[in-house]
């Protein structure tokens, strides 16, 4: 069972396609991990893969890929942009679990004022509307969580695994797609106020990420506590690290 290693597949031949990909390190311990769980027959292997890229543009683009069985099927996928640009963060995840599918897509804002609303939201809106047809929406999520997000925010529990396979997998197309073409247009920012806040806006983001991962208990009870914070500080969401290391 791996539900969304055509996703990972796509989103990396599209990459290599249409940006200057470079590897980007992934610290030592991280590439792959597994381990078994359950009892008898009931015994599991979960598999959790790391990939990392960057490009000019793009700070950090990473993938976190778990594979255990049909009831654990997890991709968090981030691209982060470099600090001179004010490009949203692209966010996909893509959550299977005993109790069914968790399906989140964005373009993940740095700031809500009404040009850059006109800037990076308001073209991918009819594009939105599309798929939330076919893709209604999961219910509430944490009011905390809603600065965070974009009006473009595609949340969804599919009933089906069919439609994971279809509708899903053509709305993460299209979003990487459109994504991909804001960085293709983004020019670099000078002045040096915004680029203070750029950066402050990754950090509140990154913070927020980092701090409220909904995948903490799962890897700290397959791999450890120390492994698992060490994984989400230092690979995750790693800009602090890297800026005390430039």
Do not use: C
């Not at 359950?38 to 950090?60: C, E, H, I, M, N």
């Amino acid at each position: 069972m791996t539900l969304y290693q055509p996703f990972l597949d796509y989103a990396i031949s599209l990459m290599q396609d249409q940006l200057s990909l470079q590897p980007y390190p992934i610290p030592e311990g991280f590439e792959r991990k597994e381990e078994m769980t359950g009892k008898g027959k009931r015994q599991q292997r979960v598999v959790t893969s790391s990939y990392a890229f960057k490009s000019p543009k793009l700070r950090q683009i990473r993938a976190a890929h778990v594979q255990g069985g049909s009831s654990l099927q997890v991709l968090n996928f981030v691209i982060f942009p470099q600090l001179t640009y004010d490009l949203p963060f692209f966010g996909a995840d893509l959550v299977t679990l005993p109790g069914g599918h968790l399906i989140a897509l964005d373009m993940q804002p740095l700031f809500h004022d009404k040009a850059y609303q006109q800037q990076y939201t308001e073209p991918i809106l009819p594009l939105f509307k599309s798929h939330q047809q076919h893709l209604p929406w999961g219910g509430d999520f944490p009011e905390e969580a809603k600065p965070f997000f974009s009006p473009a925010f595609l949340w969804t529990r599919p009933q089906e695994t069919e439609a994971v396979i279809t509708r899903v997998f053509s709305a993460f197309k299209d979003y990487l797609q459109a994504y991909l073409n804001f960085v293709e247009q983004a020019k670099p920012i000078t002045d040096s106020q915004r680029l203070e806040d750029i950066l402050q806006a990754q950090r509140r983001y990154i913070a927020y990420r980092a701090d409220k991962d909904p995948a903490r208990g799962m890897f700290t009870r397959l791999y450890g506590q120390a492994w698992t914070e060490e994984y989400i500080h230092g690979f995750l969401f790693d800009l602090e690290r890297q800026m005390v290391t430039v």
